[in-house]
């Protein structure tokens, strides 16, 4: 990631660059590479962190449009300002079209916000949440207050995928770490094919298939099928986030997680939102081998239920609505043929791109 640079020029309304007097209107600006010729920008007020941890690059930047944001390789992770969109999206539809869910396991979602969506649900009894990034964890713990009340809870049961033993916290500790695990790499997918324990649901809040990246394996056909749907319980569901949905971007993985997921389930179903701080539509897709359907009104009714609080983002209508693709994203899922394996993995453009100027 390239360094922090103040930048001391304005621009007229001419186009011209003049320097800002006194550095009154000096900037510092976080760029995005969307493309080779297409970039997306954001001004900050600060870089709260940046580093490198052994599994990828990470900085916490405040800025000026959607508040702090998380960056992980190169790709906004979520922004403070919108990130509901992401994350209700993510967890409620799963949560609300099973009958009674009560155990969830989480892959990914370091940051918090996954864990404290699921937990407002009344039935939820026990949540697992493996990541493989402790510094993730460990800063966003810090910085993301918002997800305090998540990390707190005694129904979380945090595992962190980094070494081979179990780390007992101090007393005082326990109720913020029902369980940690230090597990390497590979034994993340071990890590769920070995519990006993079956879920609800679970979830894949993973960081976007980029080439290099520690989590493309796990969005695999072999994956979803010989160590996911076993865990799954008779009415399980299984959801993830599967990346850019637009118009001239749901090709690069969407249409292809889509598809392997129909070769492992019975039942699959995708759905999308605008997400600003992404500058896109995004995509996320449902599959179990019961059928998911419910109406608008069935929604409301469990949503109004099962759900401590209010929903920002998602009621029965935009839900339901969520699951109309356009003509050409219909299309695409319709006739894509591509299936998710290790051998013939699709990327995500952008790994290591962001830059602070």
Known sequence: ????????????????????????????????????????????????????????DIALIDTKHFGK???????????????FIYHECLIHPSLLFHPNPKTVFIMGGGEGSAAREVLKHKTIQRVVMCDIDEEVVDFCRRYLTVNCEAFASDKLCLVINDARYVKKEPEKNRRQFSLLWFLTIDECRAELEKREEKYDIIVGDLADPVEGGPCYQLYTKSFYE???????????????????????????????IYNTLKHV????????????????????????????????QQIDERISKRINGELLYLNGESLVSSTTMNKSVYTSLLKETHIYTEESARFIYGHGRACFA
Not at 7 to 32: I, P, S
Not at 69 to 79: C, E, T
Request: hydrophobic fraction near 40%; proline fraction near 3%; aromatic fraction near 10%.
């Open 226 to 256: 010989q160590v996911l749907k076993p865990k799954l319980h008779h009415h399980g569901i299984f959801v993830t986030q599967a990346g850019p949905a637009g118009v001239l971007t749901h090709k690069e993985v969407f249409s292809s």
């Open 69 to 83: 944001a998380l960056v992980i390789d190169g790709k906004m992770q979520s922004a403070e300002m919108d990130e």
């Open 265 to 296: 389930f019975k039942h699959v179903l995708a759905y999308t939102a605008h997400v600003p701080s992404f500058a896109d539509t995004w995509g996320w897709v449902m599959a179990s081998d019961q059928p998911i359907m419910l109406d608008a």
């Open 1 to 56: 990631m390239g360094e922090a640079v103040e930048n001391v020029y304005g621009t007229n309304a001419h186009g011209d660059r003049h320097r800002a007097k006194d550095g009154v209107d000096a900037c510092k600006w976080y760029e995005e590479e969307i493309d080779d010729d297409l970039k997306w920008c954001f001004a900050l007020n600060s870089v709260l962190h940046r580093g490198t941890s052994k599994f990828q």
